[in-house]
Each structure stands twice: as C-alpha cells, then as structure tokens.
C-alpha cells in the first residue's frame, strides 16, 4: 500500500523566514496529495491541495509543489507569522476509485519564534 | 451546513470496558472515514464506510474494534475490553460522492478517548 514519508519531524524558524516541508509517496497511481494543518487540541483543516496534473499551485503566503517523477511534494510558508505554529500533515491519495482514502505523513511540527 | 459532529469529544474508560464513538458525517456527505492519532504521532488509517457497507477495514485492529454506519444514524467505532494503549484522539471524517469533489476529506473535532 501507499506510503508517505515527511520531513522534517520538526522545523524552527524565525518569524518572517520561510519555511519549507517535504513528503515522499510511495505508490505512482496517487493522484491528490492534500496538506493538513492542525493545531492543539483541535481538528486536522486543509490548507492547500495539489493534483497530478499540476505542478505548482499558490495560495497567498502557501504554495506546494510536486514533482511526479521523483514522487515528492512540498509545502512552502513564506513571511511566516506565530500564527503559523502549528503541526502540518502532509497525504496522499488514489482518487475516488480507491475510495479517496488518505494516507498521511507523521507530522512536522512548526515552530514561528517571534 | 453543520460540519462533521462528533461525540462525545471526551471519554474516559477504565480496562476492560466497551467504548463507543459516534460520527454523523456533514449533510450530503455519504462516505466515512475513521482516523486514530495516538499521542504526539500522525493520523493512521482505520476504516472507510459507506452507508450500511464497510469498504475498506484494512486498518482495524483484528480484534475488540468493529465499525458500523447504519442506513439511518450516526456511524459508530466502538472499542471493547478497551486496554491503555487504546488511548488515543480518534477523528472522523467524511466527504461527498462524485460529482466536483476535490478529494478533501472534511474532519471532526475528534473523540479524546483515555483509558485509565
């Protein structure tokens, strides 16, 4: 089965500096790798999305990369606020077809010093 | 439009009872999945249901964990003989079918579960 691979496990950086965080999928059939943020004690929400088809996809002070051929993807913050501290969750999926199941990193934990 | 609900969003049980969680998905939602977060660690897989159907259990622990969704009702996780290592923060998740869904799946505010 699908697996996926993050890193690091956890980032500091200080407020304003970038930060970036990349995940690796195993199986090539994936097609919808999603990135999670969570903060304590509360729900996992879904910050930015990418599919297959695409190699680069914005939103504001957020973007992900893919590249298909290396099976790795990546979440970039920049002009990074303490409201950003948080744990992101990088996943991977196979589309409807496979029951749009997710299969999910271990986690980074973000850390935005001020 | 309620989000996904779950309940109850704490519950503590002693070794050797039955716990029960409960899930009702957001409206025109027909798919639900069932994640565990142990402690300081990621979201691991359990099941995905569709009404009255389970489609994917592969990962359910073999035994004390079943997983239910009714043609009417919540869906259930429900853990028997619960032991501590059962203690975890189990969301649930739900999306639509077809149609111009993305492939996001919409979580719960998660069920804390402590095993004394």
């Known amino acids: 089965g699908e697996n996926v691979e993050q890193h690091p496990s956890t980032l500091s950086v200080q407020e304003g500096d970038s930060a970036v965080i990349k995940c690796t999928y195993s199986?090539?059939?994936?097609?919808?790798f999603p990135w999670y943020k969570q903060e304590l004690g509360k729900r996992p929400q879904l910050i930015i999305d990418?599919?297959?088809?695409?190699g680069e996809k914005k939103d504001q002070r957020i973007a992900v990369t893919l590249n298909k051929t290396a099976k790795h993807f990546s979440l970039h913050i920049t002009e990074t606020q303490p409201e950003d501290s948080a744990v992101y969750f990088c996943a991977a999926s196979k589309g409807e077809e496979y029951g749009n199941k997710l299969v999910f990193g271990a986690g980074t934990i973000l850390r935005v010093k001020s | 439009n309620a989000g996904v609900m779950q309940n109850p969003r704490h519950l503590v049980r002693r070794r050797g009872q039955e716990a029960r969680l409960r899930c009702s998905p957001m409206k025109g939602h027909s798919h639900v999945y069932w994640y565990r977060q142990l402690p300081e660690e990621g979201l691991k897989f359990m099941v995905y249901l569709q009404k009255e159907n389970i489609i994917d259990e592969s990962g359910m622990p073999k035994e004390r964990f079943s997983a239910e969704f009714p043609k009417e009702g919540p869906s259930i996780l429900r853990i028997q003989q619960v032991v501590r290592g059962d203690s975890a923060a189990y969301f649930c998740?739900?999306?639509?079918?077809?149609?111009?869904?993305?492939?996001?799946?919409?979580f719960g505010e998660g069920s804390r579960l402590t095993v004394l």
């Open positions: 998740a739900s999306s639509p079918l077809g149609g111009t869904y993305t492939g996001e799946l919409f």
């Open positions: 199986d090539s059939a994936s097609n919808y």
């Open positions: 990418i599919r297959s088809n695409v």
